[in-house]
T-cell receptor, first 111, second 113 residues
Framework: DQQVKQNSPSLSVQEGRISILNCDYT??????FLWYKKYPAEGPTFLIS?????DKNEDGRFTVFLNKSAKHLSLHIVPSQPGDSAVYFC??????????FGQGTRLTINP | DTAVSQTPKYLVTQMGNDKSIKCEQN?????MYWYKQDSKKFLKIMFS???????INETVPNRFSPKSPDKAHLNLHINSLELGDSAVYFC????????????FGPGTRLLVL
């Protein structure tokens, strides 16, 4: 029973355009959501997070949106750059103690 | 200077063998974790230690035994390896109960033949 799902295994976007990565969750007790970025042969690195009391958090080119009623969050990257090509993992936690990850979406930015 | 390191990076072994994966962090964190990334690519937590004490133990076979000799190290011992144990294992660390600020190691790719 996967509580966090990323239904798109891959996404290809033109450089300079917007990349939108999606994530759905089932556990309404989750109160903190995160996105991690992973390059090959490296561990995931923290990218951006959002608390359940907010619906948007922005950090430079990265914005995370949270829709609690739909149990859905998304990561927007604009403008997309070649260095953004990586696997992006969505994660959620309840009480900041344990992370539950999705299966990742491979983003490819084409020049 | 690597924050979270794991050894080995690759491990190929036969079914039935016993193996260990080591993890060290130099961030001064007091909480460490082991994750398994399975064939479906989900990253699932296996164990979490805080100040050398086990605080999270997901439903993992008891062939897997974590050992934390000190706050900076969390090793994973696996006995009687099975084919289904083939996966990438990630170690991570964070400040106490701040799961959102986890720093991950590069992973250990285990292949059981």
């Amino acid at each position: 029973d996967q509580q966090v799902k990323q239904n798109s295994p891959s996404l290809s976007v033109q450089e300079g355009r917007i990349s939108i990565l999606n994530c759905d969750y089932t556990n309404s007790m989750f109160d903190y959501f995160l996105w991690y970025k992973k390059y090959p042969a490296e561990g995931p690195t923290f990218l951006i997070s959002i608390s359940s009391i907010k619906d948007k958090n922005e950090d430079g080119r990265f914005t995370v949106f949270l829709n609690k009623s739909a149990k859905h969050l998304s990561l927007h990257i604009v403008p997309s750059q070649p260095g953004d090509s990586a696997v992006y993992f969505c994660a959620a936690s309840e009480g900041a103690q344990k992370l539950v990850f999705g299966q990742g979406t491979r983003l490819t930015i084409n020049p | 200077d690597t924050a979270v390191s794991q050894t080995p990076k690759y491990l190929v072994t036969q079914m039935g063998n016993d193996k260990s994966i080591k993890c060290e962090q130099n961030l001064g964190h007091d909480t460490m974790y082991w994750y398994k990334q399975d064939s479906k690519k989900f990253l699932k937590i296996m164990f979490s230690y805080n100040n050398k004490e086990l605080i999270i133990n997901e439903t993992v076979p008891n062939r897997f035994s974590p050992k934390s000799p000190d706050k900076a190290h969390l090793n994973l011992h696996i006995n009687s390896l099975e084919l289904g144990d083939s996966a990438v294992y990630f170690c991570a660390s964070s400040q106490a109960y701040r799961a959102e600020t986890q720093y991950f190691g590069p992973g250990t790719r285990l292949l059981v033949l």
